[in-house]
Nanobody, 126 residues
Framework: VQLQASGGGLVQAGGSLRLSCAASGLTFSRSGNMGWFRQSSGKEHEFVAAIRWNSYSTIYADSVKGRFTISRENAKNTVFLQMNSLNPEDTAVYYC???????????????????WGQGTQVTVSS
């Protein structure tokens, strides 16, 4: 299984970025979670957003609710994270992660995701 994340960069506060995560090497079952996490210097992985593969249900951290939108394109096994109204506190390395057998109660737990992308840097300047 490979996850390829892309789309990070440098943006001014108030700006937008769109992250992509392309998954390959497996067939998605009816269950499963695809999530985005972020990690800033010296901190642990922080949950950002997740999407359930069988229901399209989306879950967000309170800190990004209303600003970020997670979505997916089935045909390409790709998940997107549209990030609007970015602020300097959003600066971090963003990782996509996959749990092919994930259940709803575990979407926020990074240790429940066995597959991770390589991370993409997002820097928001003030």
């Amino acid at each position: 299984v490979q996850l390829q994340a892309s789309g990070g960069g440098l943006v001014q506060a108030g700006g937008s970025l769109r992250l992509s995560c392309a998954a390959s090497g497996l067939t998605f079952s009816r269950s499963g979670n695809m999530g985005w996490f972020r990690q800033s210097s010296g901190k642990e992985h922080e949950f950002v957003a997740a999407i359930r593969w069988n229901s399209y249900s989306t879950i967000y951290a309170d800190s990004v609710k209303g600003r970020f939108t997670i979505s997916r394109e089935n045909a390409k096994n790709t998940v997107f994270l549209q990030m609007n109204s970015l602020n300097p506190e959003d600066t971090a390395v963003y990782y996509c992660a996959l749990n092919p057998r994930g259940i709803l109660s575990t979407v926020r737990q990074p240790d429940k995701y066995p597959y991770w992308g390589q991370g993409t840097q997002v820097t928001v300047s003030s």
